[in-house]
């Protein structure tokens, strides 16, 4: 049995059918090949944004970041997962409207 730790965190990357046609799958791998400490990345089914992505869902704080890029991977780690500041730029604005 494995017990999950109350902090850890899941980056959720949509690969259902429109994100993965809009390289989702190079997402998932680009979080999945950096160490990040406390967090899991795993591809997911549909989030129920679609047109929107490849959409990100850092749980359990329910932060969403849409249309991302592999290259942009690393500052999510950086920023986000490691130094607790969600990229405001990239975040969606359905759940994140600009303040």
Known sequence: MVIVQQSQRKVLVCINRT??????????????QMPIENAIAEGTGCLGQ?????????EPEQVWYC????EEVPA????????NQPIK???????????
């Open 19 to 32: 994100c993965r046609k809009q390289g989702a799958e190079k997402v998932l791998q680009a979080f999945q």
């Open 50 to 58: 679609c047109g929107n992505g490849p959409m990100v869902l850092v």
């Open 67 to 70: 249309q991302v890029r592999p």
């Open 76 to 83: 999510v780690v950086e920023r986000h997962l490691k130094g």
């Open 89 to 99: 730029g990239m975040l969606y604005r359905k759940f994140h409207p600009r303040e």
